[in-house]
């Protein structure tokens, strides 16, 4: 079994070259096989020449999957994962920790510079929109791929939007979905009863007990799902009350033109939030795994996170008291499906599209959804599977500390990826010095 590792520097491609000699080879086994994937049945999950070749290429290889390494339930997963890969194809599964994606951006972005277009560092990237718009706009990443999976039929792609968006960009055959995730709160009940329900409730519930809540400062990727859940919350709240549609523009990109119009309400809720935060809004926590400290400490009674899972897990680990819930904003809960990607300049690109592949079926993605492993939400769709298929997802009874199964009735989309760097300079103009 490999052992998947943190890989500090970029890695010796000592495979490539044999690789890039059985490409030339392969390459003339079947010209019809150029055209695009067809799955005939998706429950039968039909190969198609294709996808054989990639099969035939991509086994007896690395993979450098760069991916956030700060969570131990999903650096688990992936190593399960790659025992996974291992077994089926002989690939060396290696998970490159990051502590923030941009990482691996920059990483794709440097060797283009550099004229490396062929035998790059990353083979595979989990990637989220706003860096997704960012490595599409400067063409670092492989196209027209993520379609041919044969697996990416079971997630309904013609009538699941969902899995061909990211943040409202297409995708483009660019990115293969890998799961579902929303903001969740969770609350000690041995110290509120009755947690605040909506955006306006937190509001007021935070001046009533002032101290006890906070959010990560930008650019953390937890703060900044808090500002666009508040975002799009207050133009909703004022496009109903006065008959505008100000919050349609959070779909668009982000100009010098509509940046004041569409931000200024959210500099005006954050001035009258911020006195009543922890420490008085002058210092501002790192991230979400300092937040849950604090709630351990019973310095703070209501938190948030983007992985519903990591909340009984914590608990779990006694990292959490037992008297933690979660629960979901009745407003809404902003949520977005997340991909992994592969790097124009990937080194093993077949080997790549056969993890990918991997992650979509069944088998990887009901593990996944187990709260126990990591509880992320299936993009598979049900109606798509076989019955066999479906018995997989059945789960036990959940941890008292998780999100129920049906908490979320309300679900918020994310704005255009432009948006998030105009929050972030914009809060950092304003409340950046007084952290």
């Keep these: 079994?490999?052992?998947?590792?943190?890989?500090?520097?970029?890695?010796?491609?000592?495979?490539?070259?044999?690789?890039?000699?059985?490409?030339?080879?392969?390459?003339?086994?079947?010209?019809?096989?150029?055209?695009?994937?067809?799955?005939?049945?998706?429950?039968?999950?039909?190969?198609?020449?294709?996808?054989?070749?990639?099969?035939?290429?991509?086994?007896?290889?690395?993979?450098?999957?760069?991916?956030?390494?700060?969570?131990?339930?999903?650096?688990?997963?992936?190593?399960?994962?790659?025992?996974?890969?291992?077994?089926?194809?002989?690939?060396?599964?290696?998970?490159?920790?990051?502590?923030?994606?941009?990482?691996?951006?920059?990483?794709?972005?440097?060797?283009?510079?550099?004229?490396?277009?062929?035998?790059?560092?990353?083979?595979?990237?989990?990637?989220?929109?706003?860096?997704?718009?960012?490595?599409?706009?400067?063409?670092?990443?492989?196209?027209?791929?993520?379609?041919?999976l044969p697996n990416f039929a079971l997630t309904d792609p013609e009538n699941n939007p969902a899995v061909t968006l990211d943040f409202g960009v297409p995708t483009e055959g660019m990115e293969a979905p890998w799961g579902q995730a929303s903001l969740t709160f969770y609350y000690d009940s041995l110290a509120l009863e009755n947690p605040p329900q909506t955006l306006n409730e937190l509001a007021n519930w935070t001046k009533d007990n002032p101290g006890r809540f906070s959010y990560p400062k930008p650019p953390d990727f937890?703060?900044?799902?808090?500002?666009?859940?508040?975002?799009?919350?207050?133009?909703?709240?004022?496009?109903?009350?006065?008959?505008?549609?100000?919050?349609?523009?959070?779909?668009?990109?982000?100009?010098?033109?509509?940046?004041?119009?569409v931000l200024d309400p959210l500099w005006d809720f954050l001035d009258e939030l911020h006195p009543s935060l922890w420490r008085d809004g002058k210092q501002f926590l790192q991230s979400g795994a300092q937040m849950r400290r604090l709630v351990d400490d019973t310095e703070l009674s209501l938190a948030f996170t983007f992985s519903g899972p990591e909340v009984p897990a914590a608990v779990q680990r006694y990292d959490l008291p037992p008297s933690i819930r979660s629960y979901a904003m009745s407003d809404g809960s902003l949520s977005n499906t997340h991909f992994v990607a592969i790097p124009y300049n990937a080194s093993h690109p077949e080997a790549a599209q056969l993890v990918a592949n991997?992650?979509?079926?069944?088998?990887?993605?009901?593990?996944?959804?187990?709260?126990?492993?990591?509880?992320?939400?299936?993009?598979?769709?049900?109606?798509?599977?076989?019955?066999?298929?479906?018995?997989?997802?059945?789960?036990n009874k959940p941890h008292p500390s998780a999100l129920p199964f049906d908490a979320i009735q309300r679900t918020v989309s994310e704005p255009h990826p432009s948006w998030v760097d105009a929050i972030m300079q914009g809060w950092q103009a304003r409340y950046g010095v007084s952290e």
């Excluded at 508040?230 to 982000?254: K, W, Y």
């Design 1 to 148: 079994m490999h052992v998947i590792k943190l890989i500090p520097t970029l890695k010796t491609l000592s495979r490539y070259s044999s690789y890039a000699i059985a490409l030339g080879l392969c390459a003339g086994i079947s010209a019809s096989t150029a055209s695009t994937l067809e799955v005939t049945d998706a429950k039968d999950q039909s190969y198609t020449p294709q996808w054989q070749q990639i099969e035939i290429l991509g086994k007896n290889q690395d993979v450098y999957f760069h991916a956030w390494g700060g969570d131990p339930q999903i650096n688990a997963y992936l190593q399960w994962a790659a025992s996974e890969v291992d077994d089926k194809y002989n690939i060396n599964l290696v998970h490159v920790k990051l502590s923030d994606t941009s990482e691996a951006v920059s990483r794709v972005l440097a060797e283009k510079s550099a004229n490396n277009n062929n035998q790059g560092s990353v083979d595979l990237i989990w990637i989220n929109g706003a860096n997704f718009a960012t490595m599409s706009e400067n063409s670092l990443l492989l196209k027209d791929w993520a379609s041919n």
């Design 222 to 261: 937890l703060g900044m799902s808090f500002l666009k859940y508040a975002l799009v919350m207050l133009h909703r709240q004022n496009d109903a009350a006065n008959g505008t549609n100000i919050s349609a523009q959070l779909n668009e990109p982000a100009t010098k033109k509509n940046t004041a119009q």
């Design 358 to 395: 991997f992650l979509l079926s069944p088998e990887a993605q009901a593990r996944k959804q187990e709260p126990s492993i990591w509880g992320d939400k299936t993009v598979l769709v049900q109606s798509m599977l076989t019955p066999e298929q479906q018995a997989l997802f059945k789960t």
